[in-house]
């Protein structure tokens, strides 16, 4: 069988650097040979979000925008809007009672998410059971291969758990294990170099970022603080401006002189920002001259989700069936 | 607004004489005064029965032969399928987003029946989460009265605390809140006085029993113990034949005659059993010549229950639209 692959945001805000290195370059790639469904997952960003009425739905727009401006292509790619499909949530309340509770409260992903969360003695039942709803995404459009990091690893192990579960309960294959495909790629850090990215903390470089706005970034990244004058040795490590330039400078053996040249002194800060702004601008501009043109006109971007959506729900529609029946419940 | 009714059962069984006490004798008449739903609960069943593939699906043509027997009467009463309805799927992964984990772990009767049901460490998500999916249920068919036991009321509560979290949220009535029909009848003991009714005990008296396991099991009935003699005094408490003919023969002053009869002496257990034998006799008869002819049709009964999940469909799907399109995803 072909490998097929499921991937997919919470949209919780309009996309940045990272979220293009990460994964959308990928995607890209990644059409032209497989099989390929990107998932706005809406009813997963409602589950730390439950009490913001707009946070998924108004990013909706913003995240397709991106996403075809960097060039997804929906005749390659089905995009689809996860709250447009009910066998999904049909497939979580099946699974849930196939999962403990003890066994979501020591999946490692969901920990360090809480953790880091600040629920408090509140933790909403949505965003500890949101594994199960992965599963459900994942084993719905019957995904063989889920580009992820490290840290999602768990959440993969628990769909396989899942998987094997109704297929041993089943006497037979109704759900297909799925395999990660981890990216190379480490986290892009924020432009401060101090925190995650976020558009809220305004130390990322958004997609649709005009020139001043990368300049500025650019300008403001965090070097090597000990880097005082240009004659000096700087360090190349945990360099913000190098990281960049590793992740976006198209030569690498140009990057690597550079590197050579600060670490030997002689090298200053404005000249590597320079370069990588340059490079960035050239990146952007493209992307937000595409972006600029797709947000103008929301109606067709929300065509294009639905007519995905469409496609999705039969295969969605398909696998909630098959389990139904392991159940004897299409009467 | 006029008031109307939901309650259903876990179809994980055939019904008894408890559920006829219980609640199918006031659906009968409660059917006569108000929009009635009766939900067969199939994807709670699972919720301690994930792993029983045959357990909810087996019983539900049962529990709609019993349904009609006791004069459900399809026409007035909508009678639906839990998972034939995904728009009660969808509402439950709202509601989780805006219950807390801890709520659920403090939820009285959850709290109850994780102590009887012996879980262990393996209490399923789907099990500490089903009162999220009941107030799905109640909230799905705008059900403003809900027929339940003293045990159940933690679950209304849960249900209005998230009607009342939506409609502020939503800054208008989207929910409605609902409220207890409390019976007036305590729950039926088992033919044995010591454990709650169940088939697999063989300690209760079904619906489509048969008249000769209707004579076996009154015979078999706890009565007081020390009453070894006619002429001696009996005690009517904890007596079991009392609290059927208390719940089942027609006459109540009779009963209270017989009471007085047998507290004084000179009242045999034969007697008293006879008397509740023909009695019940008398009402089950006519209830299992309808079953058996009901039963020998399944088709029939899926076509009802069929056309009534269709009827359901519209109101549900409608509460799940306006839920999403407070959170704005009707796109």
New interface residues.
């Given amino acids: 069988m072909q490998d097929s692959i499921l991937t997919g945001d919470r949209p919780t805000g309009a996309l940045h650097l990272g979220h293009f290195i990460g994964s959308l370059k990928q995607r890209v790639a990644l059409q032209e040979q497989y099989p390929q469904t990107v998932l706005i997952a809406?009813?997963q960003a409602?589950?730390?979000?439950?009490?913001d009425?707009?946070k998924?739905?108004?990013n909706?727009v913003e995240v397709m925008a991106d996403y075809l401006a960097v060039g997804i292509d929906p005749t390659k790619t089905t995009i689809c809007?996860q709250?447009?499909l009910?066998?999904l949530?049909?497939l979580?309340?099946?699974y849930?009672?196939?999962?403990?509770?003890?066994r979501?409260e020591r999946n490692p992903t969901v920990k360090a998410e809480i953790a880091s969360k600040q629920?408090g003695?509140?933790?909403?039942?949505?965003?500890?059971?949101y594994p199960?709803?992965q599963a459900a995404d994942i084993t719905a459009f019957k995904a063989t291969l889920v580009p992820v990091g490290d840290d999602q690893l768990p959440m993969l192990e628990q769909t396989n758990e899942i998987v094997r579960k109704v297929n041993r309960?089943?006497n037979k294959q109704i759900l297909v294990e799925c395999k990660p495909l981890l990216s190379n790629i480490s986290r892009l850090p924020s432009v401060d170099g101090k925190n995650k990215m976020s558009k809220s903390l305004g130390n990322t470089i958004m997609l649709g970022s005009d020139e001043d706005s990368i300049r500025k970034a650019v300008k403001s990244m965090y070097t090597d603080p000990n880097h005082l004058r240009v004659a000096d040795p700087g360090q190349v490590e945990g360099n913000v401006v190098f990281t960049y330039l590793d992740a976006f400078y198209p030569d690498q053996s140009y990057v690597n002189e550079l590197k050579e040249h600060y670490k030997a002194g002689g090298l200053g800060d404005t000249k590597i920002k320079g370069i990588l702004e340059e490079c960035l601008q050239e990146l952007i501009r493209p992307i937000r001259e595409e972006r600029q043109k797709l947000i103008a006109d929301p109606q067709y971007l929300?065509s294009v989700?639905?007519a995905g959506t469409e496609k999705a729900r039969k295969v969605t529609d398909e696998v909630a069936v098959a389990v139904?029946n392991?159940?004897?419940?299409m009467?």
């Fill in positions: 809406d009813m409602l589950t730390d979000n439950g009490t009425l707009k998924a739905s108004q909706i809007q709250s447009a009910p066998a949530a049909e979580t309340m099946f849930a009672n196939l999962v403990s509770v003890s979501l629920f003695d509140s933790i909403p039942a949505g965003f500890l059971t199960i709803s309960l089943a929300i989700l639905k139904k392991m159940y004897g419940l009467l």
